[in-house]
């Protein structure tokens, strides 16, 4: 059974950091594209950052630039979302995603595979 499960969201102030993590499981990371995406009350799910199977590639949206970085641990089976300079626009359910297919893929309806959300709030 494939899984993905979200962890480290929470409470953070303006300028704050946070490391989001993703724990995948019935299957093996190496090679899949990975991706984090986020949802805010009353809008669409947004792609914030992708990776492809081989690494040579990724993509950030704009509102992350600089901010953001998606990562991956191939020993652990695990991806992150490294997120400085926390704006309150960022507050969000956060989402990881991965699909088999390796090459570069930035909207949701290409990911196979979801975990179920991690709240991130930026806030004073």
């Known amino acids: 059974q494939l899984q993905l499960v979200e962890s480290g969201g929470g409470l953070v102030q303006p300028g704050g950091s946070l490391r989001l993590s993703c724990a995948a499981s019935?299957?093996?990371?190496?090679?899949?594209?990975i991706g984090w995406f986020r949802q805010a009350p009353g809008k669409e799910r947004e792609g914030v950052a992708c990776l492809s199977g081989s690494g040579s590639t990724t993509y950030y949206v704009d509102s992350v630039k600089g901010r953001f970085t998606i990562s991956r641990d191939k020993a652990k089976n695990m991806m992150y979302l490294q997120m400085n300079s926390l704006k309150p626009e960022d507050t969000a359910v956060y989402y990881c995603a991965a699909d088999y297919r390796g090459s570069l893929l930035i909207r949701s309806a290409d990911f196979g595979s979801w975990g179920q959300g991690t709240q991130v709030t930026v806030s004073s």
């Open positions: 019935g299957f093996r990371l190496d090679y899949y594209t």
